[in-house]
């Protein structure tokens, strides 16, 4: 990854979450130092479209900070980008990844074969749910 290209995930993430959702808790955490990082650039490749990380937490893979730009929702960035991070990790033999989602983000989780794991819990001061699939 570029740092250009570190720039425009972060603009991304920080445009969604910090500047549309009010999240006051640091965007970058140290679960970022190990992650891969997944992104769509526009054709220019000056802005993120849509992004998101994945990490091994305690063994077990995490998916985290997924956004999309306001510009381009309802496009199915979303659903394609998961796709594929699906397909990378069976490629390495993964068998489960977990999420924490935001609860206006389940529908688009139940689609793609992600079940519940738990009670609502606040996290950013947005309520979520934990979240796992099968892969």
């Given amino acids: 990854m570029t ?6 995930v972060e603009r991304l993430r920080c445009d969604v979450f910090v ?25 220019a490749k ?3 479209l849509a992004t998101c990380r994945i990490f091994k937490k ?3 893979w995490q998916l985290g900070r997924v956004a999309v730009a306001s ?14 991070v699906h397909s990378f990790l069976q490629e390495r033999k ?4 977990n999420c924490h ?3 206006t983000a389940i529908p688009l989780y139940k689609k793609l074969g992600y079940e519940k ?19």
């Fill in 94 to 97: 993964a068998k489960e990844i």
């Fill in 46 to 48: 000056t802005i993120a």
């Fill in 19 to 43: 500047t549309e959702q009010g999240i006051t808790l640091p965007e970058l955490d140290d679960d970022d130092l190990g992650a891969i990082q997944v992104y769509l650039l526009n054709q």
């Fill in 3 to 8: 740092g250009r290209e570190m720039f425009c």
């Fill in 58 to 60: 305690d063994g077990k």
């Fill in 101 to 103: 989602a935001q609860l």
């Fill in 71 to 84: 510009t381009v929702r309802h496009h199915h960035l979303a659903t394609e980008m998961l796709q594929a």
């Fill in 117 to 135: 794991r738990g009670p609502v819990f606040l996290e950013g001061g947005i309520k979520h749910v934990a979240m796992s699939k099968r892969l």
